[in-house]
């Protein structure tokens, strides 16, 4: 007998499903597991066998509704052997043959039966032969049905009550064997379906646990790594998004390179435009610290600069009280005019000038820069009429520069300086 094997697809029964007993469906309404229960799978087994297939097919849940609900098809055999095979599969265990032994003494009267129609039976040794065969090749439901034909003809043969409990085992280890195939199979396309949806992390998760069942599933590591690279990019794209809503440029810029290094047209080029935007601002503050930077260079060079000309001040001055005690007048006049360059607001350096000058018996009324040669010579203050009505004005003291300034220049000036004030422009005329 060809091994049989119900398989449907991935949500359908493989093996031990297709020969549950009632009370192991709907144990509420037909009772707890008993010894019957056997009967029954047992009843499934010889139905299959001498039909050519199960009573019940169909997917996981039909199939234990019809197991629990539904009466068998009645079989195309004899009349005898049907009524046994129907008694195997009777819902209720109190109406099933009271054990297996009762259900093989059944089978065995219409097998004497049988034979007296001439119906030729396999030898014992012919049986043996063939289960151990069975063995070797692991078809196990067809080891049990030899078995049955071999205790049927040897109540107590040993080896057959030994393949036969083996032959159990490997039908459920075979069928735990399927079920986890399936649980993989439909872990895998759950793991694709989540891809495509864009949830990497239950993904990841999904070819995980299939690739801890069996690392050589299909390609579950390929799937895995690409599902646990996409959850990374993610994670990166939303910790960009969030430091670029919270300002913190530098922090979404260095995210936003770490997706482009890995994949450049990451979201078809969204993550470009998201990094263009983010580097806009760093560019301009960027431009902004340069500039402030630079100003602040100017400005150290200013400060650098007023402090060597302060310096340079108070070595002069300092040099100015030495050359006084020393009676250096000529140092004085040097210094002092070095001074008066530095810092023409000084009024003190003008004092010690003028005496300075004194002691060299320089004019009273007329001073000689000896830095650029410029003659000042002082005007004494004197009254002046001015205007038709001639109206007097005093004019005091002044200092004027005798170095001769043409017209051209002196316009120049003005034009430079619109907001200087012409001494005495609103007068018509003026005479001393």
Avoid at 54 to 75: C, I, K, M, W, Y
Avoid at 126 to 152: D, G, K
Avoid at 171 to 200: P, S
Wanted: proline share 4%; glycine share 6%.
């Amino acid at each position: 007998m060809e091994r049989s094997v119900a398989i449907t697809q991935s949500d359908g029964i493989l093996g031990t499903p297709a020969y549950l007993a009632p009370e192991q469906v709907d144990a509420q309404q037909w009772g707890e597991i008993t010894p019957l229960t056997d009967v029954y799978s047992l009843g499934v087994m010889a139905y299959e066998m001498l039909v050519g297939q199960l009573p019940f097919e169909g997917q996981l849940v039909a199939l234990l509704r019809a197991h629990s609900d539904t009466p068998p098809p009645p079989p195309d055999l004899d009349e005898e052997l049907s009524e046994v095979l129907l008694n195997a599969l009777t819902k209720s265990p109190a109406q099933r043959f009271e054990s297996a032994g009762a259900m093989v003494n059944a089978l065995e009267h219409v097998s004497v039966r049988k034979q007296d129609r001439g119906v030729q039976q396999l030898t014992l040794g012919e049986l043996v032969m063939q289960m151990h065969q069975a063995y070797e090749a692991s078809e196990w439901l067809r080891v049990q049905m030899l078995c049955l034909q071999i205790i049927h003809i040897e109540r107590n043969h040993t080896d057959a009550l030994r393949l036969m409990a083996e032959a159990t085992q490997g039908l459920q280890h075979e069928t735990d064997e399927a079920l986890t195939r399936q649980w993989r199979e439909k872990q895998y396309e759950d793991g694709v379906r989540l891809m495509a949806d864009g949830e990497w992390l239950l993904a990841a998760e999904a070819f995980a646990e299939v690739a801890n069942s069996e690392p050589a599933f299909r390609d579950v590591q390929v799937k895995l790594a690409q599902a646990r690279e996409e959850l990374r990019l993610a994670g990166l794209y939303e910790k960009a998004s969030q430091a670029g809503e919270a300002g913190d440029l530098v922090e979404a810029g260095r995210a936003w390179i770490d997706i482009l290094r890995d994949r450049f047209d990451y979201r078809s080029g969204e993550t470009v435009q998201q990094m263009l935007t983010t580097i806009a601002p760093i560019v301009t503050r960027y431009d902004e610290m340069i500039r402030l930077f630079k100003q602040q260079q100017r400005d150290l060079r200013s400060a650098r600069e007023t402090i060597n000309r302060y310096r340079r001040i108070l070595a002069c001055c300092e040099g100015m009280g030495t050359a006084m005690e020393a009676g250096e007048w000529q140092q004085v006049v040097e210094m002092g005019e070095t001074v008066a360059n530095l810092m023409p607001t000084l009024v003190i350096t003008r004092g010690l000038l003028e005496q300075a000058y004194k002691m060299l018996g320089w004019a009273h009324d007329r001073i000689s820069w000896r830095t650029d040669h410029k003659v000042m010579v002082r005007i004494p203050a004197a009254e002046f009429d001015f205007g038709q009505v001639r109206h007097k004005v005093l004019v005091p003291e002044v200092w004027i520069d005798r170095t001769l300034v043409t017209n051209a220049e002196y316009k120049r000036f003005i034009d430079a300086n619109p907001d200087y004030a012409v001494p005495y422009s609103s007068e018509k005329m003026a005479r001393p």
